[in-house]
């Protein structure tokens, strides 16, 4: 039988604080459960065939007053990622398939470019700049963050109707986003619902949607 070994964080105090000095972390605080805050930056950047590439975050991290770092390496999930972040997250170069288990606050810009998105799902609920997710194949808007700056990501992954709405005009792009769940544009499941998106279609031609 072939054992395969599960994700798991680390759970000593012992073993965080053996990871941050390892990775040239400063200016850290181990919290009682374990997670961690720093005051300033993380660069955990690499260079994805280094022998130092990280496929997981082994810890838990807190707060990050700073800009968070996690680009070019080979993680396939954002568990371990800190749930708010000061400047800008950078998770581009990547394996993810998801969202989820990143933070919820970004107060610079998101940066998810060229991994194996097909959703947004797990998103930050707020970015204070921009949220730059091309290089992805995302087929649905469902949970496109609450607020945000300037969103790019490519419309041609999405239903060919919502590419030639959103196409070239930054105006219709937000309309869409501000209505879309008010017209129920998405299934649960993210898929699209070309019923609903009849009826926002027409009400926006009839100049009911501002």
Request: proline fraction near 3%.
């Amino acid at each position: 039988m072939i054992m395969i070994k599960l994700f798991e964080q680390y759970n000593e105090y012992s073993q965080v604080k053996e990871w941050l000095d390892k990775k040239s972390i400063m200016n850290y605080t181990i919290n009682n459960d374990l997670t961690v805050d720093v005051n300033g930056g993380v660069n955990l950047n690499s260079n994805r065939y280094n022998s130092d590439g990280l496929s997981e975050i082994p810890i838990q991290f807190g707060e990050v007053s700073g800009d968070f770092l996690i680009a070019n390496n080979m993680l396939t999930t954002l568990v371990g990622s800190p749930k708010k972040v000061g400047g800008t997250f950078n998770c581009l170069g990547n394996e993810l398939t998801s969202l989820k288990g990143g933070p919820i606050e970004v107060n610079g810009n998101f940066d998810c470019y060229n991994n194996k998105l097909t959703s947004l799902e797990g998103c930050p609920q707020y970015i204070g700049h921009h949220f730059k997710g091309d290089g992805n194949n995302i087929v649905t808007l469902k949970y496109v963050p609450k607020n945000f700056g300037v969103m790019d990501i490519s419309y041609k992954t999405l239903p060919r109707e919502v590419e030639l709405f959103c196409y070239l005009s930054n105006t219709k792009t937000k309309l869409l986003f501000k209505h879309q769940e008010d017209y129920g544009i998405w299934n649960t499941d993210g898929s699209f619902n070309k019923g609903r998106w009849g009826i926002f279609l027409q009400d926006y031609q009839a100049g009911m949607i501002k």
